[in-house]
T-cell receptor, first 113, second 112 residues
Framework: AQSVTQLGSHVSVSEGALVLLRCNYS??????LFWYVQYPNQGLQLLLK??????LVKGINGFEAEFKKSETSFHLTKPSAHMSDAAEYFC???????????FGAGTQVVVTP | NAGVTQTPKFRVLKTGQSMTLLCAQD?????MYWYRQDPGMGLRLIHY???????AKGEVPDGYNVSRLKKQNFLLGLESAAPSQTSVYFC???????????FGQGTRLTVV
């Protein structure tokens, strides 16, 4: 069985500050890992994905994430927050052949001026 | 390019009523999924399909049925709606298991 834990349901950051969203997973087999973003009243949009090619993954809008097998983590970072980064962020994992995603509970990011 | 389109976007049902949510994708994807999103719980998989004519149960399938008669469409049915089914429903599609899943805009369903 697989599971995903996102630490912190709400994160508040100042504009220009580092954004760090934590994600830990559990899986008995090598996982595929994803970060999705959801803006208000919209669907989910892929930020980045890890599929074993490289442990440091760069995504859209300046986000990146590092896969650390020893820590079973896939934390999301962005060096400098913009107001437009205010959204909910979901970490997700899949390990099976059908692409079924197991999502974390989500982290709401608020950016303050 | 429309991607994944869900119909309707909003609906209010009375307890015991039935309805069908339609999902259509124009990317020729093999895999399609229905998720529900509830506050503090992320998204949970209801049912999924790995090809035309196939369906399978996900994590929370009770009270829902699905059909995939055409590759581009994936229907989610509620036969007898309950207040516990009040949620936001998302349809998604993907080509392979390790590729991006594309999501629709969601259907906000309220059961009173």
């Amino acid at each position: 069985a697989q599971s995903v834990t996102q630490l912190g349901s709400h994160v508040s950051v100042s504009e220009g500050a580092l954004v760090l969203l934590r994600c830990n997973y559990s899986s008995s087999v090598p996982p595929y890992l994803f970060w999705y973003v959801q803006y208000p009243n919209q669907g989910l949009q892929l930020l980045l994905k890890y599929t074993s090619a490289a442990t440091l993954v760069k995504g859209i809008n300046g986000f990146e994430a590092e896969f650390k097998k020893s820590e079973t983590s896939f934390h999301l970072t962005k060096p400098s927050a913009h107001m437009s980064d205010a959204a909910e962020y979901f970490c997700a994992v899949t390990t099976d052949s059908w692409g079924k995603l197991q999502f974390g509970a989500g982290t709401q990011v608020v950016v303050t001026p | 390019n429309a991607g994944v389109t869900q119909t309707p976007k909003f609906r209010v049902l009375k307890t015991g009523q039935s309805m069908t949510l339609l999902c259509a994708q124009d990317m020729n994807h093999e895999y399609m999924y229905w998720y529900r999103q509830d506050p503090g719980m992320g998204l949970r998989l209801i049912h999924y399909s790995v090809g035309e004519g196939t369906t399978a149960k996900g994590e929370v399938p009770d009270g829902y049925n699905v059909s995939r008669l055409k590759k581009q469409n994936f229907l989610l049915g509620l036969e007898s709606a309950a207040p516990s089914q009040t949620s936001v429903y998302f349809c998604a599609s993907s080509q392979q298991e390790n590729t991006e899943a594309f999501f629709g805009q969601g259907t906000r369903l309220t059961v009173v």
